[in-house]
C-alpha cells in the first residue's frame, strides 16, 4: 500500500468503533442528500469511501429491492462496524482502494460520496476512477453533513482559498476528471455537489 493509504487506515481505523457515536444525528442529512441524488428504482450504486456504512440505509431505499448498493471502503475496522450495525443488509460491503475498483467500466449507473474528497490521494485521477465505472449519464454526489465553514472550524482552521472543495477549484477539478457539475451547495448544515458523467465526451 502505498503511504497515504496507510495513513487513511490508520486514521480512520482508530475511530471506527466511536465513529457512529460521535456524529448520532448525521443520517436526516445522510437520508436528504440520497434522496436529492435522485435515485432511481433499479439504480446500481456505490457507496464511495462507505466508512460505517451510514449512507446505504438510504441508497437501498432509493434504489429499492431490485437496485443493487455496493459500499467500499479501504478500512477493515470501518466494514466491521458497518456489519455489527447491520448495514451488510441493504448492500455489499467490499473492502477496496476507491482509487483502484474491482468494477468494470460503466457497471454503475451512480457513486456517492460523503467525506471522501478530502481523503483522495490524487483527487483528479481518482475522480476519473469514479467516471470509468459510472455509465454515461450516471451520477456523481459528493456529501458531507455540514459545510465547509463548519467543517474548518471543527478541526482549527480556517477556509483558504485554494481549499479543493471551493466552487472555482472543484468545477474544473471535476470537469478534467470526466465529470460535468451540475449543482453546488456548501451550507452550515450540508455539502453536497451533484455531477454528471456527460453522454458525449
Given at each position: 500500500?502505498?503511504?497515504?493509504?496507510?495513513?487513511?487506515?490508520?486514521?480512520?481505523?482508530?475511530?471506527?468503533?466511536?465513529?457512529?457515536?460521535?456524529?448520532?444525528?448525521?443520517?436526516?442529512?445522510?437520508?436528504?442528500?440520497?434522496?436529492?441524488?435522485?435515485?432511481?428504482?433499479?439504480?446500481?450504486?456505490?457507496?464511495?469511501?462507505c466508512g460505517t456504512g451510514r449512507a446505504m440505509t438510504a441508497l437501498r431505499t432509493a434504489v429499492g429491492p431490485t437496485g443493487t448498493v455496493v459500499g467500499a471502503d479501504l478500512t477493515p475496522q470501518m466494514l466491521a462496524a458497518a456489519r455489527r450495525a447491520g448495514r451488510d443488509a441493504e448492500g455489499a460491503l467490499l473492502l477496496a482502494d476507491v482509487a483502484r475498483l474491482p468494477l468494470r467500466d460503466g457497471v454503475l449507473d451512480a457513486v456517492f460520496a460523503a467525506g471522501l474528497i478530502a481523503h483522495l490521494p490524487d483527487p483528479g485521477a481518482n475522480l476519473r476512477?469514479?467516471?470509468?465505472?459510472?455509465?454515461?449519464?450516471?451520477?456523481?454526489?459528493?456529501?458531507?453533513?455540514?459545510?465547509?465553514?463548519?467543517?474548518?472550524?471543527?478541526?482549527?482552521?480556517?477556509?483558504?482559498?485554494?481549499?479543493?472543495?471551493?466552487?472555482?477549484?472543484?468545477?474544473?477539478?471535476?470537469?478534467?476528471?470526466g465529470w460535468h457539475m451540475t449543482s453546488y451547495a456548501d451550507e452550515d448544515d450540508r455539502f453536497l455537489v451533484l455531477a454528471v458523467r456527460p453522454r458525449h465526451p
Open positions: 500500500m502505498s503511504e497515504d493509504q496507510t495513513h487513511v487506515q490508520e486514521f480512520f481505523g482508530a475511530r471506527a468503533a466511536d465513529w457512529d457515536r460521535k456524529f448520532p444525528g448525521d443520517g436526516p442529512a445522510f437520508a436528504t442528500a440520497v434522496t436529492e441524488f435522485g435515485l432511481r428504482p433499479g439504480d446500481r450504486v456505490l457507496d464511495a469511501g476512477e469514479l467516471a470509468r465505472v459510472v455509465r454515461p449519464g450516471g451520477g456523481l454526489a459528493l456529501f458531507h453533513p455540514i459545510g465547509r465553514a463548519a467543517l474548518a472550524a471543527r478541526h482549527g482552521r480556517e477556509l483558504t482559498p485554494d481549499d479543493m472543495r471551493a466552487e472555482h477549484n472543484l468545477g474544473p477539478l471535476l470537469s478534467g476528471s
